[in-house]
């Protein structure tokens, strides 16, 4: 079986494993895992913030980066089909108090003119006040697409002119890095509070981290305890971390080019693929997905009609020529 539902089913190379058996640990909620901080200061670097936390899930620094953002009351604006709308299980409400309201775009891009008219000032008693703005990049549901710079830039601009904090969802924010040759510190520069998965194509099997500034990033680890998720010798899976991004972070690349020979195999044009997933619609996507697996090939549904594709780590060149082969006959 060739396994495309998703950039989450890696499993960890030996080199990473060896790595996470050497880590050096101590007890985290005590500030004391050497690795685990390690980790924080390079993630946070990278993207030219000051502090970072370690998550176990991307949910739950969504969570945390949001809830920072927002408060019980208020509003995240995002597009229609952003993770923390779609695939969190409604926690930004259930947990923090925080309520959505949404725009559509195609590719799941950002634009200050459709901003323009959501937004909803502090009018006292009458709306609800609109605390940040959400983008998420690459954009999963919208097929991994890139978010153009320049929206980001345009989007930066006008949260400081109305003082709106900007949300960053970068579970795959490598991949875009990558695609673009955008710097991850020049994305940084666009969220006050962002959040990068460790466990989607970079290959570690756990980890996120919420990056911000070092006084909400305190907060953040407070709240972090507070939901549970205060974990003590995780250096063994900040090593993992680590090593992803020594060793996991250009061969995206190779993912991307997987990505583009499957969408061509199923009839997408492959200039629309920006990163490492494919989603296409068909007549009935659970049948497509039946009729893929008796091919030899794990797609996923994530609509009725909306099939996807992801490329990651585990699949080879000579995988993605096999998978080929079985799609083209779908
Ligand atoms: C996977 C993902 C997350 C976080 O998911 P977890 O499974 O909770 O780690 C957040 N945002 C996006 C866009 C994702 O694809």
Redesign the pocket.
Known sequence: MIDLRSD?VTRPTEGMRAAMARADVGDDVYGEDPTVRALEERVAGLLGHEAALFTP??????VLAVGLLVAPGQEVLCEAR???AR??LGAHGAVSGVTMRTWSSPRGQVDVAVLADLFAPDLGPFFVRTAAISV?NT??FAGGAVLPLADLKALRAFADEHSVAVHL?G??LWNAHVATGVSLEEYGAVADVA?V?L??GLGAPVG?LVVGPAALIAEARVRRKRLGGGMRQVGVLAAGGLYALDHHVDRLADDHAHARLLAEACGVDPAGVDTNIVAFDVADAPAYVAAAREAGVLVGAVGARTVRLVTHLDVSRADTAQAVAALARL
């Open positions: 989450t899930t991307g949910s739950m620094a969504n952003a993770h923390i695939a969190e998420e954009h999963n969802d579970a795959r959040a998965c466990s989607k996120s």
